[in-house]
């Protein structure tokens, strides 16, 4: 389906990155949050908070902060779509591939960073962890 030619599907993709970049969806904090956790991408200062509340065993609000490029930014965006309305533990088992493929383009290593910070920082404050398991701090 996604071939070599470029164009199409992904200018598609890179659209609604764009998007969700402009017009980001769930911006903003919570004011009394069951989970908040903040991570940075130190290579290029991309800076992610995400807010969670829950009810019910169910994420029923939830929001991001911070600032970096579009890439980071409306990955945030897509993930606090993706993950209203379900449980914790559905949350947890969204995967980096299910990252890339809410995305949608390719990523070199560099941008990969940039569009795994917030699922990073959701599964960081899911789980209650300060360090990402097998990350090393300067990496």
């Known amino acids: ?13 890179r659209e609604h990155i764009l998007d969700h970049y402009q017009h980001p969806r769930n911006r903003g904090t919570l004011e009394r949050p069951y989970i ?3 991570d940075t991408n130190p290579l290029c200062g991309d800076r992610i908070r995400m807010d969670l509340n829950v009810r019910d065993g169910k994420i029923d609000a939830v929001r991001f902060s911070g600032t970096g490029c579009s890439i980071s930014q409306a990955a945030a965006s897509m993930l606090c ?4 309305g379900k449980t914790l533990d559905e949350a947890k088992k969204i995967s980096r591939d299910d990252m890339l493929e809410l995305l949608g383009i ?10 795994l910070l ?6 960081a404050g899911a789980y209650g962890m300060t360090q990402w ?6 990496a």
């Open 106 to 115: 390719e990523l070199g290593p560099v941008r990969l960073k940039c569009g």
């Open 1 to 13: 389906m996604s071939g070599a030619s470029g164009g199409g599907m992904d200018d598609l993709y």
């Open 36 to 38: 908040t956790y903040e």
């Open 118 to 123: 917030a699922l990073k920082t959701l599964k």
């Open 133 to 138: 398991p097998g990350e090393d701090e300067d």
């Open 81 to 84: 779509e993706a993950i209203e």
